[in-house]
């Protein structure tokens, strides 16, 4: 098995002299995309999402371990993250799902990137950038019910006719965003029937679109009728459940644990207020130990004497508020527990383990944002 530290601001290879880092597993990758495959079956198209760094895993390595697992599409945000993917010899097609702007149209047909078209404003700039030869590949995005970009689905149609009838635009897909897979089964069946309605006046119009697509990692697992002929898996394939019926339908393994070590730790008598606005104070003598991680890593604020870390395969409590820079324990139960010791703030140790989704449930927030938060500033060690 082969280690690489990543600066994952910079891909230059380095040996990385902070004791906080993320290890990232591309074997779970890899392994969660093979599970989402068994589950949609052979005939239904893969787009696993990549974008804000794939998760906070590494835009480029999860690409290439996705390419060489077979995925048909990348889906990434913005039109740099799709140049960046493309810098690094990654062929695989690439859609943008967020809004552009006609400027971004020229490098979207150089470097063959599929764009989403959500009304007329960039028919001037793809005519323009297509007159003397290329055509842009493009996704059309309808609104069912998510409110923010794409087009109404109520007036869609006539837009999907001028588009289609572009010359300079290869109109390889349409797809639609999911507001409430999660909570809401009423309204989502409301989506995809809204959904299917537009899809089937498209094909009695005689408009061929090859791919459509609607399920995100929810609807990927609980929603088989949205499946369509492509889906769009996110976090799932980063091994993360976003509902806690997940485990038993799909077998997910867990890609990223966050650690840290041991920097400092002090004896300390009751009755001593740790960190900021005295939030705790000590009932009895203990040890605090200080990590050296905060939340300008991605740990949060709201985490403050609520998170959990493992430490010599036992839980120790965070005390004090989480600082930007550092975080207090207290390890006062522990035996033995000394300086350079391994910490787990998400992932195993022994017998105990902690995952994004309790980190997310104490912070009143969700895995993507608590997996999305862990900074540039945390190595990432990957695991091939």
């Not at 062929?91 to 063959?112: F, N």
């Not at 793809?126 to 409110?147: E, F, N, V, Y």
Request: with cysteine; aromatic share 6%.
């Amino acid at each position: 098995m082969n280690e690489l530290s990543v600066d994952t601001k910079n891909d230059a290879t380095h040996t990385h002299h902070r004791p906080t880092w993320a290890d990232i597993d591309l074997r779970a990758i890899e392994y969660n995309f093979k599970q989402v495959r068994k589950l949609i079956g052979k005939d239904v198209h893969i787009m696993t999402v990549v974008k804000a760094n794939a998760y906070g895993h590494g835009t480029i390595e999860v690409s290439e371990v996705l390419e060489r697992s077979g995925v048909d599409y990348l889906g990434v945000a913005t039109t740099d993250e799709a140049v960046r993917i493309r810098d690094h010899n990654i062929k695989t097609p690439i859609l943008v799902l967020g809004s552009v702007l006609p400027s971004e149209v020229a490098v979207a047909v150089e470097r063959d990137i599929t764009l989403t078209i959500c009304d007329d404003e960039l028919l001037d700039a793809i005519r323009s950038r297509t007159a003397h030869g290329g055509r842009l590949k493009a996704h059309i995005k309808i609104d069912t019910g998510m409110g923010r970009v794409g087009i109404w689905h109520e007036d869609a149609l006539g837009i999907i006719k001028r588009i289609s009838s572009e010359k300079g635009i290869l109109l390889e897909g349409i797809y639609t965003h999911f507001s409430s897979a999660g909570r809401d089964d009423f309204f989502t069946a409301y989506q995809i029937e809204a959904f299917e309605k537009l899809l089937s006046s498209i094909e009695k119009n005689w408009i061929k679109i090859p791919l459509k697509h609607a399920a995100n990692s929810i609807a990927t697992v609980d929603f088989r009728r949205s499946h369509l002929n492509l889906v769009r898996p996110g976090l799932i394939i980063y091994g993360m459940y976003p509902k806690h019926t997940f485990p038993k339908l799909i077998k997910l393994k867990p890609a990223l644990e966050l650690k840290t070590k041991i920097v400092f730790i002090k004896d300390t008598p009751p009755g001593r207020s740790i960190s900021y606005g005295r939030t705790f104070i000590t009932q009895k003598h203990t040890k605090i130990a200080t990590l050296p991680i905060g939340y300008a890593d991605g740990f949060g604020r709201k985490l403050s004497n609520k998170a959990e870390v493992l430490i010599r395969g036992q839980r120790a409590r965070v005390v004090g508020k989480v600082t930007m820079d550092q975080t207090m324990i207290d390890v006062g139960h522990i035996k033995g527990v000394k300086v350079s010791d391994e910490v787990v703030l998400i992932g195993r140790q022994g017998k105990e383990e902690i995952r994004t989704e309790n980190l997310a449930r104490m912070a009143d927030s969700i895995a993507y944002e608590v997996i999305c938060g862990i900074s540039n500033r945390v190595p990432r060690i990957y695991k091939r």
